[in-house]
T-cell receptor
Framework: NAGVTQTPKFQVLKTGQSMTLQCAQD?????MYWYRQDPGMGLRLIYY???????DKGEVPNGYNVSRLNKREFSLRLESAAPSQTSVYFC????????????FGPGTRLLVL | QKEVEQDPGPLSVPEGAIVSLNCTYSNSAFQYFMWYRQYSRKGPELLMYTYSSGNKEDGRFTAQVDKSSKYISLFIRDSQPSDSATYLC?????????????FGKGITLSVRP
């Protein structure tokens, strides 16, 4: 059972480049989330999707877009990367009636030069 | 004031010590209280979950919630080197679709053999 998978594991971008972070879960969860984790800042929610076809902004959505492609997949796109977006990005999922139990992926380390 | 405050640490203890990790919060609507554990270069995983006030024990771990003081704690008895990780508290006001977790910044614990 793979749980939550993320690709890529590590990426280096130049300022202004774009990229998409991929996330997939195989637990049949309705809800999916994208977080960023920075030293001294903890986990901050970027976007979330309560169910297939819906997405909502979290605490720090500026500079990002998301797509809930289907129930399994939730992608995060950086249209024009900035050094301030250097971070570790985590995708998570949860069952609709157990949102306190979020299952996290292994993370994507992004460096923007 | 941040909604959830957590001592930044780091914290270093000898093997066998009792460890106390704490978070305070300001939002009286929080009802669900979680502790996540994150090993280095991994995603967080749920360690303990408590609804409302009271204590919950699981092996060497005890989670305690005092809603009147807006204070939660995680106690680790007989700490082991394998407990070395970052511990994040998390809270929410409700569970279900559209529920979001608010995380503390995390504290890094090192247990010395």
């Amino acid at each position: 059972n793979a749980g939550v998978t993320q690709t890529p594991k590590f990426q280096v971008l130049k300022t202004g480049q774009s990229m998409t972070l991929q996330c997939a879960q195989d637990m049949n969860h309705n809800s999916m989330y994208w977080y960023r984790q920075d030293p001294g800042m903890g986990l901050r929610l970027i976007y979330y999707s309560a169910s297939e076809g819906t997405t909502d902004k979290g605490e720090v959505p500026n500079g990002y877009n998301v797509s809930r492609l289907n129930k399994r997949e939730f992608s995060l796109r950086l249209e024009s990367a900035a050094p301030s977006q250097t971070s570790v990005y985590f995708c998570a999922s949860s069952a609709e009636d157990r949102s306190e139990t979020q299952y996290f992926g292994p993370g994507t380390r992004l460096l923007v030069l | 004031q941040k909604e959830v405050e957590q001592d930044p640490g780091p914290l270093s203890v000898p093997e066998g010590a009792i460890v106390s990790l704490n978070c305070t919060y300001s939002n009286s609507a929080f009802q669900y209280f979680m502790w996540y554990r994150q090993y280095s270069r991994k995603g967080p995983e749920l360690l303990m979950y408590t609804y409302s006030s009271g204590n919950k024990e699981d092996g060497r771990f005890t989670a305690q919630v005092d809603k009147s003081s807006k204070y939660i704690s995680l106690f680790i008895r007989d700490s082991q080197p394998s407990d070395s990780a970052t511990y994040l508290c998390a809270m929410s006001g409700y569970t279900g679709a559209n529920s979001k977790l608010t995380f503390g910044k995390g504290i890094t614990l090192s247990v010395r053999p």
